[in-house]
């Protein structure tokens, strides 16, 4: 099956393909944030959560980034700890795909 990206050069009648690495950030970054926190935090009952969430961990932030995060999360209308987990899963498959 070609990927996503070929099948798109193709549409685009690219001659060359190549991968640009980039970081997401800014307001379509955040907006997928948004849409991703909607679809994988679900309530049974009680405080949503994430079912495939398994371990608890206590994990130390300097007071700067926790302080982001209850100002992120606030926008984003979640827990900052909720937040935190999934921007913690995003670096580490970051990091996967870049090793």
């Given at each position: ?12 009648g690219a001659t060359r393909q190549f991968s640009v ?79």
């Open positions: 099956m070609a990927k996503k990206t070929d099948r798109i050069g193709r549409a685009l690495n980039t970081r997401a950030s800014g307001p379509l970054a955040w907006i997928q944030l948004r849409e991703e926190i909607g679809a994988r935090l679900s309530s049974r009952g009680g405080r949503p959560s994430d079912p495939e969430w398994k371990l608890r961990r206590v994990i130390p932030f300097k007071k700067s980034s926790w302080d982001f995060l209850q100002q992120t999360s606030g926008k984003l209308r979640v827990n900052p700890g909720h937040l935190a987990a999934m921007l913690l899963e995003r670096g580490i498959e970051s990091f996967k795909k870049h090793r």
